[in-house]
């Protein structure tokens, strides 16, 4: 379609779930650490409803990613080795500075278990447990490493259209089959603490990524999908959400936010009908071309470093007077802490690009 050009700077569906996904997931950290204060019962469940509503962000962010790689190289002779060096700027290098950060300055962040030695250390840094959200990096990460087979995906997809289906139906076999197992052998199963890493293996978001690539190569099909149907897709997501919902207090209170995971079919169908949604808002608005669809493209170039900065500012705000404010008045305390991580993690986003952008521009002169 016209308003999804190939230009790198036209915004796209994948710019909508991105800064979606980034914004809310800035939530999830707070409504763990909302928990610690021991709210009332009704507050409790607040929280796990909310909790569930926005558990959309890991697959939104990664059908985001792959929509939009493939829609700006997917017919390039751009090469793998450009790709990863491009993706080295984008991607690895703030991964690298801010997993130190957190491993240096905020060491009690840690999942899991605490580094003690230098193997430790490594390891924690690269296994995702150096902070709460860090385990996503470990996962998005791969599909970046995967990316020649999603070029390959969407060039098969393009001969034949009934090779995406083929593909999408393989693919739902596949990833109910891994929700399946992971049902029975890890979550509260036997290999609960010792194969709990199986979370962020890519194949645990492989449908998203697939959905991503076939969304952009049926992009035509896609929008008149959305348009036609999304009064019928938000009867689902809410059908779903109290799904999800109900399977979180089956396990009675207190609220345990780990009880609602991705990897079970009621949360994967929410995921993905909350992402058609969200589809389904960046079609309109970019098929009327609001003006608020420039907006969202600038701000989703930011939308991984403020991700990754979330905790960091989260936890400054936490221990400086949110704990405090969210014990007395746990609503205030949760909206306040909210807004100024988001407000925080954008700015310090933008700030680093430019500083970052003129210290380059000074190593070339």
């Given at each position: ?30 409504l ?61 290098l ?17 999942q ?5 030695t ?42 034949r ?13 596949i ?36 959905i991503?690539?076939?969304?952009w ?44 995971p ?47 900065s ?6 400054l ?5 949110g ?43």
């Amino acid at each position: 379609m016209d308003y999804e050009a190939k230009s790198p700077t036209t915004p796209d569906i994948g710019d909508y779930l991105k800064i979606i996904a980034c914004t809310t997931v800035m939530l999830q950290t707070i409504l763990g650490l909302a928990l610690t204060t021991h709210p009332s019962s009704t507050i409790q469940m607040g929280i796990g409803i909310t909790y569930n509503l926005i558990k959309f962000t890991a697959p939104a962010f990664i059908t985001g990613i792959l929509y939009t790689t493939i829609r700006v190289t997917g017919e390039t002779d751009l090469g793998y080795r450009a790709y990863l060096g491009q993706m080295w700027h984008t991607l690895f290098l703030p991964t690298i500075l801010w997993t130190t950060i957190y491993l240096v300055l905020m060491p009690w962040v840690q999942q899991v278990s605490h580094y003690h030695t230098l193997a430790q250390f490594a390891w924690q840094f690269v296994n995702g447990n150096a902070a709460p959200h860090l385990w996503y990096n470990s996962m998005m990460l791969q599909f970046i490493f995967l990316m020649p087979f999603f070029w390959w995906l969407a060039a098969w997809c393009k001969s034949r259209s009934s090779r995406g289906l083929i593909a999408l139906s393989t693919t739902v076999v596949i990833y109910f089959g891994w929700l399946t197992f992971y049902d029975a052998q890890v979550f509260h199963g036997p290999h609960m603490h010792d194969w709990y890493l199986l979370d962020r293996l890519f194949i645990s978001f492989l449908i998203y990524g697939v959905i991503g690539v076939l969304a952009w190569q049926y992009r035509r099909f896609t929008s008149q999908f959305l348009r036609k149907w999304w009064p019928l897709i938000l009867l689902v997501a809410l059908g779903s959400l109290i799904w999800v919902n109900l399977e979180l207090f089956q396990y009675r209170l207190p609220v345990q936010l780990a009880n609602a995971p991705y990897y079970k079919p009621s949360m994967a169908i929410y995921d993905l009908v909350i992402i058609m949604l969200i589809a389904a808002l960046a079609v309109y608005q970019l098929g009327h071309k609001r003006q608020i669809t420039e907006t969202v493209h600038i701000m989703a170039n930011y939308a991984y470093p403020a991700f990754l900065s979330n905790v960091f500012w989260d936890q400054l705000l936490w221990l400086s007077f949110g704990r405090n404010l969210t014990s007395s008045h746990p609503v205030i305390g949760i909206i306040t802490v909210y807004i100024g991580t988001w407000i925080l993690s954008f700015a310090s986003a933008i700030s680093i690009h430019h500083v970052w952008k003129w210290l380059r521009s000074r190593h070339k002169k």
